[in-house]
């Protein structure tokens, strides 16, 4: 059995992560921190976990605590995981791994050093439909892939028109840039787990609507070890919606949404065309939080680690 201790007990852990740390085979959710003692202990109450803390250094120390999940904004992972580090516990880190790559191999070296492995929340490596893209392609359904190519759009959100009140999500110092390190991270994430990593990677990066002093518009190239090449076009401000991932071959093409719910995954062939509607399980973090639980009971390996996930930090970088 792992013993699970929450730092930063907020949104993402309500149903996202937080249940599949009482739901996944041989784990509990012993303990959840947050700075406000009264919004800790509320969470602890809501779902059933038996200790909350006020101060992160007392759930880390907690002797019941074998691992802990950092699920704060990004400006305090380093931190986070380095203190958990120092007390010989496996850490698993909320994504964007931190706010740079520099710091991700602060993290990385810090866990290696205290022989504690570094796990980091890229859950889409582990949903049943995104494996099911990786299993597509390592059949060879579309051949040997060519070209990638992503578009994001999304409407500027209305909490973002408040100069005065702007989510931590467009503020670079705690997030580390905008929108763009907070989801296309993921895609990114995503595709280095599918196709192998990303080598070499450019971009341009910018603020056109000017409501925020993060970037709303980033457009990049990049090209995997294997020589495939791909192209990106994220934009926060534009008029509508649309997401899409196109991932081309010689004998075909997969195509399929990041962030859709419903969206299937095509597979499109000479042959037709066909629809895999695969659903999300009710917490999304859950499956890949059980390969957390199963490696570091010796008897698995999760996708998803410190290492892979600095890389997506530096192809990141290197776009902005």
Known sequence: ?????????????????GPGFQKACDSALV?????????????????????????????IDDPDVDAVYVATPPSSHRHYTLLAAAAGKPVYVEKPMALNHDECQEMVAACRAAGVPLFVAYYRRALPRFVQVKELLDQGAIGAVRLVKIALYQ????????????????????AGGGHFVDLASHTLDLLDY????????????????????AEDVVTGSFVFRAGVQGVGAWCFSAYAAHDSVEIIGERGKISFSTFGVDDPVRLVTPGGVDELHISHPPHVQQPLIQTVVDELLGRGRCPSTGESAARTSWVMDQML
């Open 155 to 174: 409407p500027a959100r209305p909490a973002e028109m408040d100069p005065d009140r702007l989510p931590w999500r467009v503020q670079p110092e705690i």
């Open 194 to 213: 599918a196709l192998g990593p990303i080598q070499s990677a450019q971009g341009f990066a910018g603020n056109q609507a000017g409501l925020y002093p």
């Open 31 to 59: 303990a959840v921190m947050r700075r406000d003692a009264a919004l800790a202990e509320d969470y602890a109450r809501r779902h059933g976990v038996p200790r909350w803390y006020a101060d992160a250094q007392a759930l």
């Open 1 to 17: 059995m792992i013993r699970w201790g929450i730092i930063g007990c907020g949104d993402v852990t309500e149903v996202k992560s």
